[in-house]
């Protein structure tokens, strides 16, 4: 029971942010999501910066409580013990993100730490997407592939206008690759936490070695 509630707690994550991304952009007059990054509504000097950060510390905790659940899943399945480690760190390590600038605003090291703290995210997203499809049978390594393949395609378009957010140029379409990109990933999570979710307990346990298709057939 408490590893099934863990794992909703990915789901929940995933729920919140859409749920941020919706609803505090509002709160900002001129905020554009198509052509502003999310990290701005976080950013030193945003109206937005207080209501965002108490909520994505909510996030980033569920985020860790869901890695938890993918440990408790894994039984002796290395891969999976491995994604659940990552995910609880890449949620402790989000607790300490630190904040970028606004655009136009004096760089400092906190912008240059918010891209450190972002390279290092986003490469623990490939990696515990990587295990999960290796463990959960061919269905889902197929879907997680073609996540990867727009996950890619969008992220570079992002890190190709976010050099231009550096130097304070138009973005016009910055934050619907973000979101894109941010959105197949937590839309990949919760289809992730449903496939364990529907897995017994002690599947992967028993069959370290077999797909989960095969554990649920055993």
């Excluded at 994550?13 to 991304?21: G, H, V």
């Excluded at 039984?75 to 402790?92: C, E």
């Excluded at 919760?190 to 002690?202: K, Q």
Aim: charged share 10%; hydrophobic share 55%; net charge positive.
């Amino acid at each position: 029971m408490i590893r099934k509630l863990l794992l909703v707690c990915g789901i929940l994550s995933t729920l919140l942010y859409i749920c941020m991304n919706i609803f505090i952009p509002l709160q900002w007059d001129g905020y554009s999501p198509a052509s502003q990054a999310i990290s701005e509504l976080s950013a030193i000097g945003a109206p937005t910066r207080s209501t965002w950060v108490p909520l994505g510390i909510v996030y980033t905790l569920l985020m860790a409580a869901f890695g938890c659940a993918v440990w408790m899943s894994a039984g002796v399945n290395r891969r999976l013990r491995v994604a659940g480690a990552l995910l609880v760190f890449s949620g402790l390590f989000g607790l300490f993100w630190p904040p970028m600038h606004l655009r136009g605003d004096p760089s400092t090291i906190t912008d240059t730490l918010h891209i450190l703290w972002s390279i290092v995210t986003l490469s623990i997203m490939v990696v515990v997407m990587g295990l999960g499809a290796s463990v959960l049978g061919k269905r889902f390594l197929i879907y997680t592939v073609a996540t990867l393949a727009v996950w890619l395609a969008c992220g570079t378009l992002t890190f190709m206008d976010a050099s231009r957010l550096a130097d304070n140029r138009p973005t016009p379409r910055l934050g619907i690759w973000e979101r894109i990109n941010i959105g197949a990933y937590m839309i990949w999570i919760v289809v992730f936490a449903t496939m364990l979710l529907a897995l017994p307990s002690t599947a992967i346990a028993r069959v370290p070695r077999r797909s989960l298709n095969e554990a649920r057939s055993s």
